[in-house]
């Protein structure tokens, strides 16, 4: 099954902390996208970060980082120096070249001042 | 440049009506999802469109669900008739398309049936 797993149904940090949130996926493509997307309570799903598979190097977007083990099937994301406004849920999400999108279950992270 | 645009943003209908779901992606913008978020779960793919064409509509449920896009711009999606367990947040999603899949959301529409 082309699945994405997110093992953390709920993370806690405090402000001005680092926290990882993990994610796994399954897929027999060897060429595909990885992203976190961020929602807040507005409902909005922004992009935070965006990894393509084919790039051993990890993407980095100021405070927000990824951890691609490629072999592993993992994709781990880090946010550096919390902020309360980080306090969304996140969501890991696999892209293939068809055009294809599919989400984990999410991750409900909440910022402690 | 304008992100997507969705309407209504909320509705309440009773069971058995009829919806509709409006969504205006970013201009250029070819590849269209509509997405079904439960609560508290992940943005499950209902349909996705390359233009006017619905290219992965397999999890749709097409005995109440329809969807279109006509002229390849704007879709709109609809129930008929609607149940209680069709509750939940309809997100629709662009993409340029070709190889890159980065999608940009709409802010969604949070429907409740009663």
């Known amino acids: 099954a082309q699945t994405v797993t997110q093992s953390q149904p709920e993370m806690s940090v405090q402000e001005a902390e680092t926290v990882t949130l993990s994610c796994t996926y399954d897929?027999?493509?060897?060429?595909?996208?990885l992203f976190w997307y961020k929602q807040p309570p507005s409902r909005q799903m922004i992009l935070v970060i965006r990894q393509e598979a084919y790039k051993q190097q990890n993407a980095t977007e100021n405070r927000f980082s990824v951890n691609f083990q490629k072999a592993a099937k993992s994709f781990s994301l880090k946010i550096s120096d919390s902020q309360l406004g980080d306090a969304a849920m996140y969501f890991c999400a696999r892209g293939n070249q068809g055009g294809k999108l599919i989400f984990g279950q999410g991750t409900e992270l909440s910022v402690k001042p | 440049e304008a992100g997507v645009v969705q309407s209504p943003r909320y509705k309440i209908i009773e069971k058995k009506q009829p919806v509709a779901f409006w969504c205006n992606p970013i201009s250029g913008h070819n590849t269209l999802y509509w997405y079904l978020q439960n609560l508290g779960q992940g943005p499950e793919l209902l349909i996705r469109y390359e233009n006017e064409e619905a290219v992965d509509d397999s999890q749709l449920p097409k005995d109440r669900f329809s969807a279109e896009r006509l002229k390849g711009v704007d879709s709109t999606l609809k129930i008929q008739p609607a149940e209680l367990g069709d509750s939940a947040v309809y997100l629709c999603a662009s993409s340029r398309g070709g190889r890159v899949t980065e999608a940009f959301f709409g802010q969604g529409t949070r429907l409740t049936v009663v």
């Open positions: 897929t027999s493509e060897s060429d595909y996208y």
